[in-house]
């Protein structure tokens, strides 16, 4: 890891002497250096000309025209003996003085090697020596005098914190222990807990971390070390919109409450940027006073059209969409404006999103404008619903699958949505109808001639045998007691797994099928995961299906 000098004519000055400079002066600059670091008082400022002459003996040619703090000259040149050292080969038989490693001078004064860092970064100069064949960390006695003498109270004191007694260590357990419990992060406990005891900080989180180790099964603090992978991001983020509240998962991952609400926007703006945010652009979103003019509720009909009469003998599914009244053209003009401009703005919103920096209110303002554009895109949908179910009873005798292609009609039906360009003036459904009868004659001639490998319905857990009758109003009585059995085996499923089944297939006459994507984002996970569920909710069903006996009904 390259070390970062402050001066970067001293860093310059240090290349050219590794580079250059014969070894008998290498060793005499670094005795210079040493020296010249003893001299240094922090609160001074100090020029690269003075530098330079103090450690080679030469004045350099130009001036540098900012001066250099003391301590930060003092960094400097413990960086430049140390490179320097390294550069001379320095061998700790030659040395005219005992040298001391890290390790040694640990158990000297009874300090974490932890601490000789830190005593590093305050003053303590260090050198490089080949120790055998192996180039180590050392420092010559008089170093350490030196820095003794200068620091006598931080050495003293770091002798003494870790010389924690047995009724000590466990009341810093016992202090971390409930700090840590009431969701305190290692940081935050390891702090508290040194202010308590008048101990370091450093003494705190070590007895913390040998307890931990020791006691896997009573751990104050879980093994969570170094950056999340991507999976327990998302495992976090999962349990956060779950209700997990902050201050646990700070507990049980191990961080501090700013970095869970750091993970928890990170994630938050991924799912953000996988909105599906493309939209039939058109000028009247750019004029001024677009959004009052647009995002006006959905004009009543002036003279509002008859219902229509609803067929005897539906099933409940069919019969709901009688429930729905179908579209004025001015009204299915408005919603198709308002869809899609809100999600123009929605994306001109994200557009501003900083992954690095997500802004809490400007997330939600993207949340609850796209949230608007479904809210608009359902209602397109639901209206036209008995546009997908007219079209599937003139293709419902080349498979006898009526449910299955009303449920794939209703994905066409989705799409057609997502791709009508309304700023043409055609209407919608001509639009649509056209679209789900190429899919319908994409698919029935590949996709149902294979059925009994690809299944698009959830009747297909049901049914061993093809039901080949094309009229599906004859069979009511049949359906409900489908329906009944339906509900029955759906209890076999967890609250999120019939939540999944239901949205995916639309069981729910209030809502349409929904598409693993759409499903994904109202619970807060991937659509791959989504896949993952509903598989495996599939072969539950199965089981309860075989369970409970479901035969099928003639």
């Known amino acids: 890891m390259k070390r970062q000098y402050h001066s970067g004519d001293l860093e310059q000055l240090c290349n050219q002497q590794v580079r250059f400079a014969p070894r008998e002066k290498k060793i005499q600059q670094i005795d210079r250096a ?31 025209p900012q001066p250099i703090s003391g301590i930060h000259a003092g960094h400097d040149l413990r960086l430049f003996i140390e490179d ?32 000789i860092a830190r005593w590093r970064q305050q003053g303590l100069v260090s050198r490089r020596f080949l120790f055998g064949k192996r180039k180590r960390l050392g420092f010559l006695a008089s170093s350490v005098e030196r820095f003794i003498a200068q620091h006598p109270q931080r050495v003293q004191r770091g002798c003494q914190f870790s010389q924690l007694s047995e009724a000590e260590r466990g009341e810093v357990l016992v202090r971390a222990r409930r700090l840590a419990e009431e969701g305190a992060s290692p940081s935050q406990v390891a702090q ?32 969570e070390s170094g950056p999340l992978s991507d999976d327990r991001k998302e495992q976090l983020y999962t349990a956060y919109r779950q209700g997990e509240s902050v201050e646990v998962l700070a507990r049980r991952y191990g961080r501090t409450r700013a970095s869970i609400y750091r993970i928890v926007n990170e994630q938050r703006a991924k799912r953000l940027l996988q909105l599906p945010l493309n939209y039939i652009d058109n000028p009247a979103f750019d004029a001024r006073g677009a959004a009052e003019a647009i995002l006006q509720p959905v004009p009543k009909q002036e003279s509002p059209a008859p219902r229509s009469r609803m067929p005897s003998g539906l099933p409940h599914y069919l019969a709901s969409l009688y429930e729905v009244p179908l579209l004025s053209r001015e009204q299915e003009q408005h919603l198709f404006r308002k869809y899609n401009y809100l999600k123009h703005c929605a994306a001109a919103l994200r557009n501003q999103l900083d992954l690095a920096r997500p802004k809490g209110r400007l997330m939600d303002q993207i949340e609850e404008t796209y949230g608007r554009a479904v809210a608009a895109k359902k209602q397109i949908v639901q209206a036209n619903l008995r546009l997908v179910v007219s079209i599937a009873k003139r293709h419902v005798d080349f498979t006898g699958e009526f449910f299955a292609l009303v449920s794939d009609g209703n994905v066409s039906l989705i799409r057609a949505v997502e791709n009508f360009d309304y700023g043409r003036g055609n209407k919608f459904s001509t639009y649509a109808s056209w679209a789900i009868m190429k ?21 297909d857990l049901f049914f061993s045998e093809q039901d080949d009758r094309a009229d599906p109003y004859s069979q009511e009585v049949a359906q409900q007691m ?36 759409e499903i994904g984002v109202t619970l807060g996970v991937t659509k791959e995961r989504i896949r993952q569920i509903e598989a495996k909710a599939l072969d539950k069903l199965r089981v309860a299906a075989e369970s409970e006996k479901i035969e099928h009904l003639e």
């Open 84 to 115: 320097v050292s390294d550069a001379a080969n320095l061998a700790v038989a030659d040395s005219a003085e005992p040298v001391h490693t890290v390790d040694e001078l640990s158990r000297k004064f009874h300090v974490a090697t932890k601490t």
């Open 192 to 223: 508290q807990v040194a202010g308590g005891m008048r101990r370091s900080v450093e003494t705190i989180r070590y007895t913390i971390k040998r307890h931990d180790q020791a006691n896997p099964q009573r751990t104050i603090f879980p093994s």
């Open 439 to 459: 899919n319908f004659a994409r698919t029935i001639p590949g996709e149902y001639k294979h059925r009994d490998r690809f299944r698009t319905s959830y009747e």
């Open 482 to 517: 489908r329906a009944q059995q339906v509900g029955n085996i759906l209890s076999y499923l967890d609250e999120r797994e019939q939540k999944i089944i239901i949205s995916r297939f639309g069981l729910d006459h209030a809502c349409e099928p929904q598409t693993l994507h």
């Open 34 to 64: 040493e020296r010249l670091h003893n001299e240094l008082k922090p609160e001074q400022m100090y020029s690269y000309e003075y530098i330079c002459f103090r450690i080679t003996d030469y004045r350099p040619d130009f001036k540098p």
